[in-house]
């Protein structure tokens, strides 16, 4: 079966620092794979999303972004971190561009 | 890209009766349309997908209505239990041939009393 995990689970980093987020999936091939972050009581915003090894989609102007080195690793990254950084983040993968999404745990995000 | 509409009110209902959800959307009419639940502190989970072709879809307790014409989706849980209470998502398609790139709703949250 399919898992996808991410870490860490929560982080604290002060406001100018750098940030890396890690997400792996297991047990599929050539998922597309997304970054979401959720503001508190807000909807998900879709930051990036990739079909496959390289390809970046970037979908909001931002200091954040994405890599994917492996076919079933992406990696959210910042070389300074604002407060406005602050939120939940969201990894999730999907099999086909039509089937639904499965969401990691998230990473809860707090920039001092 | 879309404007996704949820009530953002909580929903309070009593356990047993049947909660109703809304979706609304208005621009282009999305090729399928989703719908999540989330507890807090967790990432959504999948619950149904609907297709532009589909009037109404079900899973157990779960039914999902989709009119096109008035720009809307409809969620319903009947027979609804306190362990329905969660926040309900709803998502679709940004643009035409988007490539699965998804838009979610702020979603509304359930509350079910016993």
């Known amino acids: 079966s399919q898992t996808i995990h991410q870490w860490p689970a929560t982080l604290v980093q002060p406001v100018g620092s750098p940030l890396s987020l890690e997400c792996t999936v297991e047990g599929t091939s050539n998922p597309n794979l997304y970054w979401y972050r959720q503001a508190a009581g807000r909807g998900l915003q879709l930051l990036f999303y990739?079909?496959?090894?390289?390809?970046i989609s970037s979908e909001v102007p931002q200091n954040l972004s994405a890599s994917r080195p492996q076919d079933r690793q992406f990696i959210l990254s910042s070389k300074k971190l604002l407060l406005s950084d602050s939120g939940f983040y969201l990894c999730a993968w999907s099999e086909l561009v039509l089937n639904e999404q499965f969401f990691g745990p998230g990473t809860r995000l707090t920039v001092l | 890209s879309q404007k996704i509409e949820q009530n953002s009110e909580a929903l309070n209902i009593q356990e047993g009766k049947t909660a109703t959800l809304t979706c609304n959307y208005t621009?282009?009419?999305?090729?399928?349309l989703q719908w999540y639940r989330q507890d807090p502190g967790r990432g959504p989970v999948f619950l149904l997908l609907?297709?532009?072709?589909?009037k109404e879809k079900r899973k157990e307790r779960l039914k999902v209505t989709f009119d096109t014409t008035l720009k809307q989706s409809l969620f319903h849980i009947t027979a609804s239990q306190p362990a329905d209470s969660a926040t309900y998502l709803c998502?679709?398609?940004?643009?035409?041939?988007?490539?699965?790139?998804?838009?979610f709703g702020a979603g509304t949250q359930v509350v079910v009393t016993p």
């Open positions: 990739s079909v496959g090894i390289g390809q």
């Open positions: 621009n282009y009419s999305p090729a399928y």
């Open positions: 998502a679709l398609d940004v643009e035409p041939d988007s490539w699965g790139k998804f838009q």
């Open positions: 609907i297709r532009e072709n589909e």
